[in-house]
């Protein structure tokens, strides 16, 4: 069933050839007990491994069965090795970190033999060699003799045809050599076995046939084998060893070195402890960054107002930073002058942000440019107020009380008619909140001081630093005059403003403002929403506007192209905004957009854009996003901080990859006698990867569990110090995500590490691997 046809095989060493074998023909049974007897040096062992598929032959031919192994390629030898091979090797060759069953099982679980059936044919193996009762043993508390039954049960337990025994008993003693002699003369009954030796005597005693061996050449056959084999049924089952398989080859092996494996794995997580405190506390501040900008930001309005600032045109214009050597001047338009943009804001343009869905916003305050006609009174006799044009804009006092000096803002309704707004930001300190268009509220500081200015205007003789009751202040009054009943027509065609306030204020379409409440902010976070002072409705301005837009001197001065006060001439812009003092126009001069929450803004900011889509420059409406920007700012220094962190912390990744690396080699040298055993029972070269790939994985996802767990402890002592220092609770945060993605980087960056060494340990030659100590 085997034969050797010619079989060459030289070691050449500098100038020196030895022919291990030298043109070597001899066949062998398919059932015989073969003694190989030779002095040392002689080949035979070269031989035993040329039959085993461990070396290759350089010219002649190994017939299995009737088949060439010519064109065998390396997968198939390792097929061959174990289908067929079982080897017996003098110095036992068990791999220490594995059980005696485990040892035994290995051969099979290369073969792919299920879990059930392989164990069941380890323990009979086992059995049979007569270690029933110490099975359950580990490898260190078995003598010589019994070490070698286990290294006989690993051969005899896949079944193979040829059994290949090298010095069987050159380490025992003659009582267990005879033993051992006896057990592998029963096996040669049901197989082939070759056995290598130098002693002749248990060679004579239990083999059937004795070769003498020399110098490469066979010197003797006591029973040579000539019959033509004829049969070609040799057929191979590719081995696999699966990467569960190969983990817990790894795993038992690391852990018979547990104090390495620790201090490898700490070594190694020293980038990820790293990179996770730096991910912990970035999102930690994020995360407080982000409550503040919900908390804070979130009230501030997205507007709109019929000047604004185009961002892009502002960042394209920025001032050059390189020093011009020239001597001459350039004239330029400057930055803000081309970022500056008029919004045309139509009603169409109004009705589409009526649109916003109401979930996104629940206040949307339209403030028109119209000019207030006031009066009050002052010792039973009414005054005007004096007081021009202005949009306020809800957030810095520039409401169009605020020309007056009264100090005025201009606050919401929402869309359902509600003060959600005031009750949201406000608490009220006294009286009411508003419930119609001509209820204002009085605003105080967080010190409850207000304005002095605003005060005077209410009627209010008043010194700096005197304080008034609540109920001083509440049910004070102001009047709002429509235009017909505030100006009189000249017969030059002109208006003047009439001077019987009395008749004014009694007047049918008088509106009377009334002080209903004293409120104060809630908290930090509502802060500069509205300024000190007096507050009023965005219905008012409507109400106002309704009330003027036909009036007598808006019509005259919408025919007119000079001012029908002053009678100067005006251009189309100025007469635009004099119609819009005066009450006649609708169009809203400023929008003020406040959104639900922080993140429903960004939403609202789509739904703006969306309007702006294949619009000219010039027809664009642009808002400003005081939010949004400071948003921005503090992100992207965030961002920035975190990625020079990371990428400092990351080369201690790099240090641990090498590491690895040369920890991997180190483990490939350790464990060279292991490789070969592995290849002498039929692993692949990629199953051999597959150990130290595995063995890598282990101590990548060791490291990376570990350098996360420390993280996660360090937060603890962290956050301490830095409540402490900055009253900040919880900042350092490690994100489970983070925590799952830097485990899997560890792991994939360790196996990278480790992958070239273990590519190294599967190129190493089997029979060299054998001999290494």
């Known amino acids: 069933m085997l034969e050797l046809k010619h079989i060459k095989k030289y070691y050449t060493v500098g100038d020196n050839v030895t022919k291990a074998l030298d043109d070597v023909s001899v066949a062998f049974r398919k059932q015989e007990f073969v003694a190989i007897l030779g002095p040392s040096g002689s080949g035979k062992t070269t031989m035993l491994n040329v039959l085993g598929g461990l ?60 879990a059930g059936e392989k164990s069941k044919r380890a323990k009979d193996a086992l059995v049979r060699v007569g ?136 070594a190694s997580s020293i980038g990820i402890i790293g990179i996770a405190i730096v991910l912990a506390l970035s999102s930690g501040f994020q995360i407080q960054i982000d409550k503040t900008q919900r908390e804070t930001l979130s009230q501030f309005p997205i507007s709109i107002s019929r000047t604004g600032t185009d961002q892009t045109a502002a960042q394209s214009s920025q001032q050059s930073d390189k020093v011009s050597k020239s001597d001459k001047i350039t004239a330029k338009t400057s930055a803000a002058e081309k970022a500056q943009h008029t919004n045309k804001i139509t009603q169409d343009y109004v009705n589409y942000l009526d649109k916003i869905d109401s979930s ?30 202005a949009s306020g804009n809800g957030m810095d006092s520039s409401a169009m009380l605020a020309a007056s000096g009264i100090g005025g803002s201009v606050y919401p309704i929402d869309r359902n008619g509600n003060q959600t707004f005031l009750k949201t930001n406000y608490k009220l300190l006294s009286g009411a909140y508003p419930n119609s268009a001509t209820d204002i509220v009085l605003i105080v500081n967080r010190d409850n001081t207000v304005n002095i200015n605003a005060l005077k205007n209410l009627g209010f003789k008043v010194k700096e630093g005197q304080k008034y009751d609540y109920n001083k202040l509440l049910g004070t009054t102001i009047k709002v ?104 126009s609708s169009i809203p001069s400023n929008i003020q957009i406040y959104p639900t929450n922080f993140k429903d803004k960004d939403k609202i900011l789509t739904y703006l854009d969306k309007y702006n ?96 767990l420390i993280a996660w402890l360090l937060t603890f002592p962290i956050n301490a110090i830095l409540k402490s220092m900055t009253d900040l609770s919880n900042v350092a945060q490690l994100n489970p995500t983070h925590a799952l993605i830097l485990i899997i980087v560890s792991t994939v960056l360790t196996v990278l590490g480790g992958h070239i060494p273990a590519r190294m340990a599967a190129k190493k030659d089997a029979a060299i691997a054998l001999r290494s100590e």
């Not at 305050?365 to 039973?380: C, D, M, Q």
């Not at 209903?516 to 500069?528: A, C, E, P, Q």
């Open 613 to 708: 889509k294949g619009k000219t420059k010039a027809n664009k409406i642009v808002y400003t996003d005081l939010a949004g920007n400071v948003s921005s700012l503090t992100g992207g220094l965030m961002d920035a901080i975190t990625y020079v962190l990371i990428a400092f912390a990351g080369i201690s990744l790099v240090t641990s990859m090498i590491m690895i690396a040369i920890i991997t080699y180190t483990s490939v040298l350790e464990r060279t006698k292991e490789i070969g055993v592995l290849k002498a029972l039929g692993a692949r070269k990629r199953d051999i990867t597959r150990v130290f790939d595995a063995e890598t994985t282990i101590l990548g996802v060791g490291s990376g569990v570990l350098g996360i």
């Open 360 to 389: 996104l916003t629940k206040n949307i305050s339209k403030t028109y440019a119209t000019g207030l006609n006031l009066i009050r009174e002052v010792n039973g006799t009414y005054k005007p107020i004096q007081f021009s044009s």
């Open 481 to 584: 005059v429509a235009n017909n009943d505030y100006y009189q027509s000249l017969p030059t065609g002109n208006f003047v403003p009439n001077t019987d306030y009395t008749k004014m204020a009694n007047a049918s379409d008088t509106k009377t403002l009334k002080i209903t409440g004293i409120l104060r902010v809630k908290s930090k976070n509502s802060d500069g929403l509205l300024s000190s002072g007096i507050a009023y409705s965005d219905q008012l301005t409507k109400l106002v506007v309704d009330q003027n837009e036909k009036s007598d001197i808006v019509s005259a001065q919408k025919k007119s192209d000079t001012n029908v006060l002053t009678s100067q001439t005006v251009n189309a812009a100025t007469k635009s905004t004099l119609i819009s003092y005066l009450g006649g």
């Open 55 to 114: 070396d290759q032959y350089d010219s002649g031919d190994l017939v299995i069965n009737g088949k060439s192994t010519k064109g065998f390629k390396a997968a198939d030898w390792d097929a061959y090795r174990n289908n067929s091979i079982g080897f017996i090797f003098q110095s036992y060759n068990l791999i220490s970190h594995l059980s005696i069953i485990d040892n035994v099982e290995m051969g099979m679980t290369l073969s792919g033999v299920p």
């Open 131 to 266: 270690l029933g009762p110490h099975m359950n043993k580990k490898i260190n508390q078995l003598s010589g003799g019994q070490m070698q039954r286990v290294a006989i049960a690993r051969a005899i337990a896949n079944d193979p045809e040829i059994l290949l025994a090298d010095e069987p008993t050159g380490a025992l003693d003659t009582v267990t050599s005879n033993e051992i002699m006896q057990l592998i003369q029963d096996l040669s009954k049901e197989r082939l076995v070759i056995m290598v030796t130098h002693n002749p005597e248990l060679a004579h005693q239990y083999a059937d046939r004795t070769i003498e061996f020399s110098d490469g050449q066979i010197l003797e056959d006591s029973k040579p084998y000539t019959d033509e084999v004829s049969s070609n049924d040799f057929k191979l089952k590719h081995t696999k060893m699966r990467f569960w398989t190969a983990l817990k080859l790894s795993f038992n092996n690391i852990r018979t070195k547990k104090g390495r494996t620790f201090l490898t794995m700490f």
